[in-house]
């Protein structure tokens, strides 16, 4: 396939790696000692038995070559004798499917090459007789997924020696978390073409790691944890090697830090840290040609502080709007509340002496001495206080106004241009309404106000008044829509 050659071309095969040149370098320059099994291989003694194969080989073999059998599978036991010194076996592309037999005899084997095989039905115990091995070669070869999520760590349990590792093209998609719990001598492991979204096993467990090769998976980004763990290795190892090639990375706005950390890390990773990505908008391009990343989390926390701020000024504004409400119309605010548990805690006309309290200027005692009061007291039906009427010349009038709208259901201010500035009990009679207003009675106080000094009203006395129960006259006279206007409001 022209992506497994592209990825052959860029890998470093097993073949070419110290261990093995060390282990070929120890066998003759002669040949004699390193066999082809289609060629020159001859095996002195073979004994079968029921269930297991014993073969007898020369303890001067050190190389084995049984690449390209046919369907070389180990579903019985086998024992080698006299294989002492053997260290390298090669059985890449042998087409074999089943290795759930147990191999003895293979005490000081170093090299085991197994790629290219479809193993389907692997044992986890396969290995368990091979203590010396020190690379592993099963890439390319469909291991069942289940077997290394499950029992992974089992599966080279044995291992301890084990230094390179190579599961490439398997299409795995998950590990079990201690996989290479046992292999803390691990230095090269080789995960490329599988389907891995995070690297799949815990880091800690392989201490001397020093080059892991994740190409061609499905990685998005790394998390704060791996990031960490990649960067220790790569300072107590005093260097470490990252493939990503193939994997296309988010660089989203969720994912800055990530950037950052492959701008700024001590990791050694290819393609000079150039890989392909996926940006917020969907737009592939690539993570170098994000330079400015002061800029670009700016860009992508913007959107959301400007929201954030929005939100914040219309919470500070509902609020700063709520205690002003509150503030001005607090008493009918609790008289409400009093209202929807119990109505026995509201006044009615009847706990009151009088009816209805007229407050006015002394030049204005026509209207309300005469035109309200009949309308009050004949059409309504309610008693009312005048002082002209009502207190002799020698009465307190502080004293008796003040007891007058204690006693009375509602007081009604007669407000016109000579009660607001010339009338000096205008402010007194004002204060003294606004002292006797209680949640019992939240409506107590009704303004008649001329439409032209309706913004003149004392603040103490709008603040406390309903809106409602100030009512704009356009001079001093009853007319129809003023007689509905005091019955709604001095009644109910």
């Known amino acids: 396939m022209e992506f497994d050659n592209k990825f052959e071309q860029k890998s470093k095969s097993l073949m070419e790696i110290e261990n093995i040149d060390e282990c070929k370098n120890g066998i003759a320059s002669k040949t004699k000692h390193t066999y082809s099994v289609e060629s020159s291989i001859s095996l002195p003694a073979t004994k079968f038995f029921e269930k297991s194969i014993i073969i007898y080989m020369s303890s001067s073999l050190r190389y084995w070559d049984f690449t390209r059998l046919s369907s070389l599978s180990f579903d019985i036991a086998v024992t080698f004798v006299g294989a002492n010194n053997l260290c390298f076996i090669d059985m890449s592309e042998s087409y074999g499917e089943i290795y759930t037999s147990t ?9 085991l090459l197994l790629s290219g095989n479809s193993i389907s039905n692997l044992s986890y115990s396969f290995f368990d007789k091979m203590p010396c091995l020190e690379t592993l070669d099963l890439s390319r070869n469909q291991i069942p997924n289940d077997l290394m999520s499950n029992f992974g760590d ?8 084990l230094q390179q590792l190579e599961l490439s093209f398997n299409f795995l998609n998950s590990l079990s978390p201690r996989t290479f719990l046992y292999n803390r001598n691990l230095r090269e492991l080789f995960l490329a073409g599988n389907r891995f979204q995070q690297i799949p096993f815990n880091l800690q ?3 001397n790691l020093r080059v892991l090769d994740l190409r061609f998976n499905d990685l998005t980004t790394l998390t704060a944890d791996v990031r960490y763990s990649l960067d220790k290795l790569a300072t107590d190892n005093k260097g470490f090697n990252l493939y990503l090639e193939g994997n296309v990375l988010s660089c989203g706005c969720h994912d800055i830090q990530f950037l950052l950390w492959m701008k700024l890390t001590i ?8 890989y392909s990505c996926i940006d917020t908008d969907g737009v592939s391009r690539y993570t170098e040609s994000i330079t400015d990343l002061g800029a670009y989390w700016r860009k992508c926390t913007g959107e959301s502080f400007l929201w954030f701020s929005i939100i914040m000024f219309c919470l500070m504004f509902i609020g700063f709007l709520l205690c ?12 409400g509340l009093l209202n929807v548990f119990s109505e026995t805690f509201l006044k009615k006309p009847s706990n009151y002496e009088i009816g209805v309290f007229i407050g006015y200027a002394d030049k204005d005692y026509q209207f309300a001495c005469h035109d309200l009061r009949q309308f009050i007291e004949d059409t309504l039906g309610l008693t009312t206080f005048i002082r002209d009427r009502d207190l002799s010349p020698s009465t307190d009038l502080a004293s008796a106004t003040v007891q007058a709208i204690d006693r009375s259901w509602r007081v ?4 016109n241009e000579t009660f607001l500035s010339r009338d000096r009990w205008f402010l007194f009679m004002c204060r003294a309404a606004t002292s006797a207003l209680t949640s019992a009675n939240p409506k107590r106080i009704v303004v008649l106000v001329e439409d032209q000094l309706h913004h003149r009203l004392p603040a103490e006395l709008s603040r406390v008044v309903l809106e409602d129960n100030i009512v704009v006259t ?10 509905e206007k005091l019955r709604t409001r001095l009644v109910e």
């Open 154 to 161: 089992r599966l080279f349990q044995k291992l301890t020696n």
């Open 267 to 274: 990791v050694n990773m290819d393609l000079d840290r150039n």
């Open 103 to 111: 191999v003895r005899g293979l005490d000081n084997l170093k090299i």
């Open 205 to 207: 467990y392989t201490p």
């Open 324 to 335: 002003v409400f509150v503030t001005k119309y607090k008493t009918y605010i609790i008289s």
């Open 412 to 415: 009604l201010l007669v407000v």
């Open 474 to 483: 356009r001079g001093n006279f009853l007319d129809y829509e003023l007689k």
